[in-house]
């Protein structure tokens, strides 16, 4: 079945300095790769996402990129900011599997000032 | 705005009561999903449905249970028979691919406590 593992389950980075959470898969079939932010006593919220024929994608201080071959993605933050400390989750969609995403355990970024 | 709205943010129960947890989405998405997380945990799938009136239950749906009478709502109810159901529900809706992955939108949760 799918599956997701998340590396590191924790991080802590100086302000400033850049943030890089992995994710690996084991569905050559998975198609799409959303990652989430959930700050405290919040829900997630999708921050960005990239598809299975893309192998990176951008957006401001954010970045995911996706290497096919190796089954693994990875979220970027660079210039990190408190702002920015919250638990990540990345996730997965296989076309072949039950239509849901799946889900890794997560990581709680905390970014010291 | 659209959006999905998760009602009430805190809940407190008795034991031996069953209470609901209430789900409502403006998105017109046809797939709605319920998810338990535990302090300091991930994410655990309850139940999902995909269309109005099919359910299909998650990886711990014991001691819960759920409707989809309506597109826009999933209501959950946690029965007296989860002995541990303190935690956090987060909701979240999603279109309907079938082969093609997309985003979900999740709800701001709601905090049962037992007391």
């Known amino acids: 079945g799918e599956n997701v593992e998340q590396h590191p389950s924790t991080l802590s980075v100086q302000e400033g300095d850049s943030a890089v959470i992995k994710c690996t898969y084991s569905?050559?079939?998975?198609?799409?790769f959303p990652w989430y932010k959930q700050e405290l006593g919040k829900g997630p919220q999708l921050i960005i996402d990239i598809r299975s024929n893309v192998g990176e994608k951008k957006d401001q201080r954010i970045a995911v990129t996706l290497n096919k071959t190796a089954k693994h993605f990875s979220l970027h933050i660079t210039e990190t900011q408190p702002e920015d400390s919250a638990v990540y989750f990345c996730?997965?969609?296989?076309?072949?599997?039950?239509?849901?995403?799946?889900f890794g355990k997560g990581t709680k970024l905390s970014v010291i000032p | 705005d659209g959006g999905i709205t998760q009602s009430p943010k805190y809940l407190f129960r008795k034991e031996g009561q069953n209470v609901t947890l209430s789900c409502e989405q403006n998105l017109n998405h046809d797939a709605m999903y319920w998810y338990r997380q535990d302090p300091g945990q991930g994410l655990r799938l309850i139940y999902y449905?995909?269309?109005?009136?099919?359910?299909q239950k998650g990886d711990i749906a014991e001691g819960y249970s759920v409707s989809r009478e309506k597109k826009e709502s999933f209501p959950l109810t946690v029965t007296s028979a989860q002995k541990n159901p303190t935690a956090f529900y987060l909701c979240a809706s999603s279109k309907q691919g079938q082969g093609a992955g997309y985003g979900y939108t999740f709800g701001s949760g709601t905090r049962l406590t037992v007391v």
């Open positions: 996730a997965e969609y296989s076309g072949a599997g039950s239509y849901q995403l799946t």
């Open positions: 569905d050559s079939a998975s198609n799409y």
């Open positions: 449905s995909q269309i109005v009136n099919d359910f």
